[in-house]
Every structure is written in C-alpha cells, then in structure tokens.
DNA sequence: AGTGGATTGGGGTATTTACCCCAACCCTGT
DNA sequence: ACAGGGTTGGGGTAAATACCCCAATCCACT
C-alpha cells in the first residue's frame, strides 16, 4: 500500500513540526510538505501534489477558504480537511463552499485526525458530531443546514463587504468614499445587516465580525 | 541527571499531544501531565509538582494568568512557560506579573521551546527577542519597559470598568444605570479613555478591549 | 413576461457619540 | 498643609448613528 502523502500548513511552527512529528507514528502516513500560511501552502501544493492537505484555520482571517478553492481547482484530487477551534457556522460554510473533505475541531485526539485523514483518502469525508448535526448532504456535495443558515443569516456579498469596513470602525461617510457609492447606500447596506443579523449597535456588529473572522480584533 | 518533569496546559488536545510528542525527543525531559484548561492546570500542578508548566494562552480571557498566580503562590519553585500567538503588550503584562519565567511565540520552532524549557529550569528565563524588546529587569523580576507601558497607557479601576461596558456596546445611558451614576461621568471617564488610548470611536475601542482580553468577541 | 432579490439612493428624525469647556469632592503622599 | 490624581458631574455643539419612509435599476429564474 502507497503512502498517503500529507501537507500541513499552519501558521504556528511549533504546531506544525508538532502534528507532524505525530502523524509519523502512522506508517501510511507520510507528511511531504509543511506551509505556514494558505498562500505558501497553495504554491506547495502545486509543486507537491499531496493527496491530504490539512489546514489549520483560525487567525488570519478567510484567506485559506480562498486558497482552499483555488488549490482545489488546480488539484481536483487533492483532499483538505481543516482544523480550527472555533465551530463558527461562517467557518463552516466556508470550509464546505471551498470544498472541504472534513472539518474538526482541534480539541480532538490525534487518532481522529488520523481516522479523518484515511477517511478523506478513501474519498470520504470526516465532520465532527457538533458539525455533522448542522450540514446537510445533497449529490455527494455538502452544505450548511437550513437550521444553522437561519443562525448564520445568509448575508449578501456587497452586504458583508459593507460589514467589514463598519467592524472595522470607518464611518459611513468614509466608507462610501471607499467603495464609490453614496452614504446613503452604505446606510442602506447597514440597515439591512443590523436587521438580518438582529443586532442594533455597531460594537456588537464589530464583535459579530471578529467572531465570525470576518476581521480580526 | 533528573529528568525534568513538565505539565502541558492547552485547550487543544491535538495541539497537546503533538507537544508531548514533540518533547519527548529530549531525554532530559519528561512530560509527566496535560491539562486542557488553566483550572485543571492548577490541580494537576499540585498534585504532580512538576519542575516546568507550559502553558498556552489565547483564547479564554484571562484565567490563565490568574491561574498563573495561583500556582505560583502555591508552589513557589515551579516555573512557568506562556505560549502565545498574540505579543500584546497586556499579555506580557499579566505574565510577567503572574511570576513566569518566558513568554513564546507560537510560531518559535520547537528547538526554542526545548532551550526554553532548560533555560528555566535552571533558573534562567527566556523571551523572544520582539519582548525582549519591550521589558525590563529589576531587582532579578521583569516588568513592562515604560515604552510599552505607554502604549498600553495605564487605566484606572474605574476606567476599566467604564471601557469593558463600552466594549460590549451598552450605551452610556444604560451604564450610568448600571452603576449607579450619571451619564455625564461616563461620558468623563469614556472620554479620558479614548484620550489616553488615542482611540476615537467605540468599535475600536472594543476590538482594543478584546484585544487585551478585557471581553470576549 | 413577470416576480423577486440585490443594489443603489433619497427625505426625515430622534438618539447617541465625540469633544470642548469647567468644577467640585475625596484620598494619598510629601 | 498642600499638590495631584482619581472620581464625580454639569453646559454646550457638531457629527454620526439607528431607524422609519420610499423608489429606480438591474439581473436571474421560471
């Protein structure tokens, strides 16, 4: 049996060697490559052409969905599971959008990643009971539940545009200089997000923001 | 020689374990245990006595510290190590004044984190050069450089108060209700804030207060 | 062909914020 | 005894925000 070759990609090396000093302790396993942020691992990809990308999501905003979609559409084979401590359904749905094989939580035990990486190989996918209860399986592809959307109101692309810049505390008269538009229209946008995310203030549509790494604080 | 025993303190079990791992391949060093959170770190710190406690903060507040402080004023000889992805200058603060022996980044290969460890243990402390920077020593205990100090200008009792309210988007209205007074003082105290963090809107200054680990996102 | 959602923008208003001024009071340290 | 910092509050103003109304355009879907 050939091994299955892994790259991880993590912005903290001390997790990285950590990860993968342990999934050495699998034989099938074979970790060919290391990155230490989504775009590194893209051009790694590339050069590699692992089987199992694992990629650690949790800081530097939604660059590695980006990089995720973007490897997966020059790899076709290649499977990404990804790890994050945080069970955000942005998170979530994202991961799933770019094409995610599996989705855990860091709390897990080394041998579930393992499970998870050997499932993902075999061409299956690996979610965690918290996350497993709140996609939903559709041709072979997966998506958010209508449950969790409900939670994660469905925001559109100009309207988490516009989000971004008020988390990031610009006013709206700034913010339309931005974008080209009238302030009247930001305070449209803005209007419409505090109603669908039914939050009225814009410090708690900040924290919104952050949590759902949107931003960073 | 004796070996020295280490205790692991991270929320993440992977994260954990692939330390332990990590570590095992010094012979000088013995993992003798884990905890998943700054309280079970704390019971298992004096059950087990251990030489070193590596302990990761970044996520949950602020506990740690407290956790921190705990351990030492119970087992004066015991040495801590913080594991940071974030370098703000509050959570060197705490650190240092939590009694620990280093502060690193997570991003510091593990052969850092080893030399740490030894470094400690032998009485020694160890910081990564971006804090080196920003501290100073007296009388054999760190505390923050009056650069640092500066940028992390000092608040008051009440000011703290005042901003961690703020932070979570209550008006001045509805704090000056919940405590007690009037609305013209929050103002006084919200104003002084701003001044002294040279910070002039409120969604700034909650991504500050979650920055420092005043609140949560 | 027509419905609906997304995007763009305007009018108007009440509330809230940020910022300026000022001044008591209390407590602590010299 | 006195200075200085912290805490408490007031008056006033200009800006920004949150929220209500409304409507034109455009694009996709059936």
Chains 1, 2 share one sequence.
């Not at 650690?56 to 990089?67: L, R, S, T, V, Y």
């Not at 995610?100 to 499932?119: D, N, Q, V």
């Not at 958010?144 to 610009?170: C, H, M, N, P």
Request: aromatic share 6%; glycine share 6%; net charge negative.
């Amino acid at each position: 049996m050939e091994a299955i070759r892994i790259l991880l990609v993590d912005d903290h090396a001390l997790v990285r060697e950590a990860l993968a000093v342990q999934l050495a302790n699998w034989v099938e396993f074979e970790v060919v490559g290391m990155a230490e942020d989504a775009g590194a691992g893209l051009n790694v990809a590339v050069e590699l052409k692992p089987d199992v990308i694992v990629m650690d999501i949790d800081m530097p905003g939604i660059i590695c969905f980006d990089a995720a979609e973007r490897i997966k559409s020059r790899l076709a084979d290649v499977k990404i599971i990804f790890l994050s401590s945080a069970l955000h359904d942005h998170y979530i749905e994202s991961a799933l959008k770019a094409g995610a094989s599996a989705y855990l939580h860091k709390g897990e035990p080394t041998e579930t990643l393992a499970m998870a990486i050997r499932e993902v190989a075999a061409g299956g996918n690996y979610f965690s009971d918290e996350i497993r209860s709140r996609i939903v399986e559709k041709d072979g592809s997966y998506s958010l539940a209508d449950g969790a959307k409900l939670r994660s109101k469905i925001l559109t692309d100009r309207e988490i545009e516009v989000l971004r810049y008020l988390a990031r505390g610009l006013t709206k008269k700034e913010i339309a200089g931005l974008m080209h538009l009238s302030p009247k229209t930001i305070e449209s946008h803005s209007a419409r997000v505090m109603d669908k995310l039914d939050i009225h203030d814009r410090v708690e549509l900040a924290r919104y923001a952050i949590r759902e790494g949107l931003i960073d604080a």
